[in-house]
C-alpha cells in the first residue's frame, strides 16, 4: 500500500462522540487526501492537505475537519459523529505538483460504524 | 447527476474472456483517466493511468479514452479468478490537481 498506514483500522462509536482517524506515510509525499467510500457513490473527497499546514475542502467536507502538522500525518476529525457518518476511509498520497500529481496511492481503509 | 457514470455490475465472466469496462462523463475539462482496482476490504489500487486520448497497453490491459464521445474504456484480456475485484475508473481536470471524480465502480466476478 505504498507506505501508507491507516488506524484504527475498524471502529465502532456512538453518535455525538468525536472520532480521529490517522493516516500516516513514510514515502515523503506533500499531497494527502481522505476520501469515504459508499456503496452507489464510489470514493468522495473529503479534506484533502499539500503541505503542512495547508489544507483544503473537498466534495464532503460537512462534518469533518482535518489537520497537517508533519508531512507523514494526516489527521481526519468528527467532531461530533452521525449514523450518516458511517462508512470505509480511505486515506492517499501523491507526489509533487506536475503531470502525475494526480496518481494517488490509497492506503488500506478504515471502517467506521456510527451506532 | 453524477459526473461520472459506470455500470456496478456485478459482470461475470469465464476464466479466459475478456473483460470490458466503462465509464461516460460529462465533464469535457477531464484530461486525466485513470483505472483502480480494488479487491474486497482493501484500499484501491491503481492499474492504468491517460493522459487526454487514445489507447495504452500494459500487459493483459488495454485503457481506451475518447474525448469525443466522453467514454473511457479497460479491457482486460485473459482474464484469470485473480482479476475478481471492483474496478473504478477516475478521472480529473487540468486545473483541478488532486480533485479525483470517481465512478462508483464495477464488480468483475472471473469464473474458473
Known amino acids: 500500500d505504498a507506505g501508507i498506514t491507516q488506524s484504527p483500522r475498524h471502529k465502532v462509536t456512538e453518535t455525538g462522540t468525536p472520532v480521529t482517524l490517522r493516516c500516516h506515510q513514510t514515502?515523503?509525499?506533500?499531497?494527502m487526501y481522505w476520501y469515504r467510500q459508499d456503496p452507489g457513490h464510489g470514493l468522495r473527497l473529503i479534506h484533502y492537505?499539500?503541505?503542512?499546514?495547508?489544507?483544503d475542502k473537498g466534495e464532503v467536507s460537512d462534518g469533518y475537519s482535518v489537520s497537517r502538522s508533519k508531512t507523514e500525518d494526516f489527521l481526519l476529525t468528527l467532531e461530533s459523529a452521525t449514523s450518516s457518518q458511517t462508512s470505509v476511509y480511505f486515506c492517499?498520497?501523491?507526489?509533487?505538483?506536475?503531470?502525475?500529481?494526480?496518481?494517488?496511492?490509497f492506503g488500506p481503509g478504515t471502517r467506521l460504524t456510527v451506532l | 447527476q453524477k459526473e461520472v457514470e459506470q455500470d456496478p455490475g456485478p459482470l461475470s465472466v469465464p476464466e479466459g474472456a475478456i473483460v470490458s469496462l466503462n465509464c461516460t462523463y460529462s465533464?469535457?475539462?477531464?484530461?486525466?483517466f485513470m483505472w483502480y482496482r480494488q479487491y474486497s476490504r482493501k484500499g484501491p489500487e491503481l492499474l492504468m493511468y491517460?493522459?487526454?486520448?487514445g489507447n495504452k497497453e500494459d500487459g493483459r490491459f488495454t485503457a481506451q479514452v475518447d474525448k469525443s464521445s466522453k467514454y473511457i474504456s479497460l479491457f482486460i484480456r485473459d482474464s484469470q479468478p485473480s482479476d475478481s475485484a471492483t474496478y473504478l475508473c477516475?478521472?480529473?481536470?487540468?486545473?483541478?490537481?488532486?480533485?479525483?471524480?470517481f465512478g462508483a465502480g464495477t464488480q468483475v466476478v472471473v469464473t474458473p
Open positions: 465533464n469535457s475539462a477531464f484530461q486525466y
Open positions: 491517460t493522459y487526454s486520448s
Open positions: 492537505s499539500y503541505g503542512v499546514k495547508d489544507t
Open positions: 514515502e515523503n509525499h506533500r499531497y
Open positions: 492517499a498520497i501523491s507526489e509533487e505538483f506536475g503531470r502525475y500529481t494526480d496518481t494517488q496511492y
Open positions: 477516475a478521472m480529473s481536470a487540468l486545473d483541478s490537481w488532486g480533485k479525483l471524480q
